[in-house]
Nanobody, 115 residues
Framework: QVQLVESGGGLVQPGESLRLSCAAS????????LGWHRQAPGKERELVATITSGGSTNYADSVKGRFTISRDTAKNTVYLHMNTLKPEDTAVYYC?????????WGQGTQVTVSS
């Protein structure tokens, strides 16, 4: 079992920045691919970014150049640094941990970008 606890969401204005954190705990969590997904009202959940245990990253085209995912292996924590936020980034952001045959999700944290 893997437990994921997100924090750092909130209300910001367009162009501002925000950092999300996800603390992961559980057996062998260090080998999992960690990532962030988001779901806006009325839309399907979509991938935002992922990072492997070796540090390889992958981003959705919509966030490339604005968002950065990072991982602190010692703390088993994954971060999502979001810059130049846009209203269309408004969504509930979910932390995820994946390994072949296993997928875990956090409870989600709301990010609202509005003037």
């Amino acid at each position: 079992q893997v437990q994921l606890v997100e924090s750092g969401g909130g209300l910001v204005q367009p162009g501002e920045s925000l950092r999300l954190s996800c603390a992961a705990s559980g057996r062998m969590v260090s080998i999992y691919v960690l990532g962030w997904h988001r779901q806006a009202p009325g839309k399907e959940r979509e991938l935002v970014a992922t990072i492997t245990s070796g540090g390889s990253t992958n981003y959705a085209d919509s966030v490339k150049g604005r968002f950065t995912i990072s991982r602190d292996t010692a703390k088993n924590t994954v971060y999502l640094h979001m810059n130049t936020l846009k209203p269309e980034d408004t969504a509930v952001y979910y932390c995820a941990a994946s390994y072949p045959g296993s997928n875990y999700w956090g409870q989600g944290t709301q990010v609202t970008v509005s003037s």
